[in-house]
């Protein structure tokens, strides 16, 4: 079956650097778009960036394009996240998730949580002040 291992969070000041990273294994890793996001106590969880199968399309929220960067190594089969410039808001814990269509059209990119049907546990991120 499909699992997604998270790892890299932690506790971090204003202004610095972590680097996410979520191993897969269970399907053709390089066949699927590769997102990740977040919650935020007692929030929705939300959308963050989300990475093509092909040719690593990518697409960022409003709220961390410049500051954050998603990519991949499919001969690793791992997705990263790599958060510069935190701020406190960044607080959250942070989902890795793989696409529920392999091959997804590269006109299309998977930004809703309904797109995706693997998750994994989560790993905490907290941006002190």
């Known amino acids: 079956q499909v699992q997604l291992v998270e790892s890299g969070g932690g506790l971090v000041q204003a202004g610095g650097s972590l680097r996410l990273s979520c191993a897969a294994s269970?399907?053709?890793?390089?066949?699927?778009?590769m997102g990740w996001f977040r919650q935020a106590l007692g929030e929705e969880r939300e959308f963050v960036a989300a990475?093509?199968?092909?040719?690593?399309?990518?697409i960022y929220a409003d709220s961390v394009k410049d500051r954050f960067t998603i990519s991949r190594d499919n001969t690793k089969d791992t997705v990263y996240l790599q958060m510069d410039s935190l701020k406190p808001e960044d607080t959250a814990v942070y989902y890795c998730?793989?696409?529920?269509?392999?091959?997804?059209?590269?006109?299309?990119?998977?930004?809703?949580?309904?797109?995706?049907?693997?998750w994994g546990q989560g790993t905490q991120v907290t941006v002190s002040s």
């Open positions: 998730a793989q696409d529920n269509v392999s091959f997804r059209p590269r006109q299309e990119m998977a930004a809703m949580k309904s797109d995706y049907g693997y």
């Open positions: 990475i093509s199968w092909s040719r690593g399309r990518t």
């Open positions: 269970g399907r053709t890793f390089s066949s699927y778009t």
